[in-house]
């Protein structure tokens, strides 16, 4: 949340925030929250109205299916299936660093001691696992 928005809903951060304000400008501010509340009103109802009707039509609709017999799962609907995940790769290269076998799909970034043997004159080809 902003920084603004916890003062505006914080009571004494908010009574702090504008006691240096004149009468009038504390009435201007209102009735500028006032005219943004409104609005929203407004909106929500319009919201409402729209979420009522699309209610009514979707009902409608299902009364329409019903009297000649039908249901959803007769007009083929299916639910999206979910994606399979992908397996991990297996390792393509790997190297033994102080007794620890250090391993890479050679996707994405090279890992330091790779790119360390590498910049010490090595080749990738040495790192190779054997199939």
């Known amino acids: 949340m902003s920084e603004f928005l916890e003062i505006l809903t914080h009571g004494r951060r908010f009574k ?3 006691k240096d304000l004149s009468l009038d400008d504390l009435k201007s501010l209102a009735d500028k929250l006032e005219k943004i509340i409104v609005e929203r009103a407004e909106e929500v109802k319009e919201e409402e109205k729209l979420q009522a009707a699309r209610i009514a039509k979707i009902e409608e609709i299902r009364q329409q299916m019903e009297s ?8 083929g609907v299916v639910a999206a299936k979910p994606t399979k995940k992908r397996a991990p790769r297996p390792p ?3 190297i033994e660093v102080d007794g620890e ?3 890479w799909t050679g996707q994405g970034r090279m890992p330091t ?6 910049d010490n004159g090595r080749s990738m080809e040495d790192f190779l696992i054997e199939k």
């Open 16 to 18: 702090a925030a504008v």
């Open 68 to 75: 000649v017999g039908l249901s959803v799962e007769d007009l």
């Open 92 to 94: 393509k290269y790997q």
């Open 101 to 103: 076998m250090v391993t």
């Open 113 to 118: 001691v790779f790119k360390n043997e590498v």
